[in-house]
């Protein structure tokens, strides 16, 4: 049974991105005291940007870096220097800000042409990193998450192959609207985390974020649904805007 829905909502995207950016550093600061270190998957697109932006240049001293070991949930199979790259991003926006040791970033590995074979690579890389058993998946302390107007979220679109995948930890899965393969974590990775939080911002996600938490279409036509870690906590954090659609949540 799968934790209730925290859902908090903020009255402006600022007000978003300071609450998210304290419980990353909560759940960092627990994470290193409990186990003694913090894994983050981290989000591509601009709302996750603002995030990294905040942390950058508000909290970067509150962050234990040399405890953090930072991955992606999901990456463009695009090269590390390519301006779709969500290493890159991140790189720009706070990693290279910040005192984290090189040998604590884990990028996907794009430069590759062949798409599945990053993607098992990647695999590999995780699987070392966590030291699994065959059939184990990672459990990530938190998992950032956007959500797309589509409701699609890491690269796990709706229709797509990847949704089925049930013993992979890394996907390449192929976009037929982008005409391109993206390479993504699988569903079992994201519900195994500690936390998932999801950013979402904005009057052009309102409907979908209202079908995503109150509605009854299949998870497939809205993935971000099916994102329900079974031991973990799964955070909204909405701004008004996104929120606005809602008919059980305050407003
Ligand atoms: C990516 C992200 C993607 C993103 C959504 C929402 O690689 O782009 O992983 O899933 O989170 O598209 O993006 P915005 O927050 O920019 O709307």
């Not at 990294?52 to 909290?59: E, K």
């Amino acid at each position: 049974m799968s934790a209730p829905v925290d859902l908090r909502i903020l009255t402006t995207p600022q007000e978003l991105f300071q609450a998210a950016a304290e419980e990353v550093i909560h759940a960092a600061v627990e994470a290193v005291a409990e186990r003694g270190r913090f894994t983050i998957a981290l989000s591509g697109g601009s709302t996750p940007k603002n995030l990294y932006t905040l942390i950058a240049a508000n909290a970067s001293s509150s962050l234990p870096w040399n405890q953090m070991f930072v991955f992606w949930g999901d990456e463009r199979h695009v090269p590390p220097n390519d301006p779709d790259s969500n290493y890159r991003m991140a790189r720009e926006t706070i990693l290279s800000k910040v005192s984290i040791p090189v040998a604590n970033i884990f990028p996907v590995p794009t430069e590759n042409p062949d798409a599945t074979a990053v993607a098992e690579a990647y695999e590999q890389t995780v699987r070392k990193f966590f030291g699994l058993r065959p059939g184990e998946f990672p459990r990530f302390d938190l998992i950032l998450l956007g959500m797309g107007p589509d409701g699609h979220t890491a690269s796990l679109f709706p229709e797509t192959a990847g949704l089925q995948e049930k013993s992979r930890i890394v996907l390449a899965n192929w976009v037929e609207k982008l005409k391109t393969s993206r390479i993504t974590f699988t569903l079992p990775v994201l519900n195994a985390a500690r936390i998932v939080a999801f950013l979402v911002s904005g009057t052009d996600k309102a409907a979908t974020l209202r079908e995503v938490l109150e509605g009854s279409a299949p998870g497939e036509k809205y993935p971000s649904k099916l994102v329900r870690p079974a031991q973990g906590k799964l955070i909204w954090f909405v701004d008004r805007a996104a929120a606005s659609e809602l008919t059980t949540a305050a407003q």
